[in-house]
């Protein structure tokens, strides 16, 4: 006599077969996402390696010390990279301009330097500036330097950002991206 299926019921054979469908979907499902992981990690790769970085990217001067009363010559105004004196700017607001020698050692370090020509004052433009430099305690110099081509400019080692108006994202942009990049063995 044959036995009569229940309905409803699966045979043992009919649920394997389900099982082993089960798992191979869950294998297919898992091997999809690990694939979804991987191709969207080389996208963020190959996006931060390409991106556009802020700023005019400058030919480095090399990192020389040199000793006061030594000058040295730049390729940009304020300059970015180039010989420089052994000591640091103190990080944070200065009313007056810093010797290019010094701030060049700054930018070394990992210093961005925020500078604003202003020869006719420019109270809300400093205050604008001073507002942004809260977000930093160190690594971040605001001062003015005088004739310059722009109202603002933004250093870091080898790169600069130039322009007259006041624009908080371009500033902080530049700051992040630049900002604690140590330039000694370059």
């Known amino acids: 006599m044959a036995k009569k299926k229940t309905k409803g019921r699966l045979s ?3 649920r394997a077969r389900q099982q082993r469908r089960r798992r ?3 294998q297919r499902l898992l091997q999809a996402a690990i694939g979804l992981i991987v ?7 190959i996006y931060m390696a390409t991106r556009p970085k802020p700023g005019e990217a400058v030919p480095s ?4 010390h040199i000793q006061p009363p030594q000058e040295a010559s730049y390729n940009t105004r304020p300059p970015t990279s180039g010989s420089h004196f052994s000591g640091l700017a103190r990080w944070g607001v200065h009313s007056e301009p ?3 020698e010094l701030a060049v050692h700054n930018l070394e370090d990992g ?6 020509d202003c020869p006719d004052g420019c109270d809300a433009l400093i205050g604008q500036l001073v507002g942004v430099m809260d977000n930093y305690d160190s690594q971040v110099i605001i001062a003015p330097y005088p004739d310059m081509e722009t109202r603002i400019a933004l250093t870091a080692w080898g ?3 130039a322009f007259d108006e006041f624009d908080e994202d371009r500033i902080v942009q530049f700051i992040e991206a630049y900002r604690g990049i140590d330039h000694h063995s370059r």
Do not use: H
């Not at 191709?39 to 790769?45: I, K």
């Not at 001067?61 to 020389?64: A, D, F, I, K, V």
């Not at 210093?111 to 604003?116: F, H, I």
């Open 12 to 14: 043992g054979r009919e």
């Open 24 to 26: 191979m979907l869950q």
């Open 39 to 45: 191709v969207l990690l080389v996208a963020g790769v």
């Open 61 to 64: 001067l090399g990192n020389t």
């Open 98 to 100: 810093i010797v290019d």
């Open 111 to 116: 210093g961005v330097l925020v500078q604003y």
């Open 159 to 161: 790169r600069i950002d």
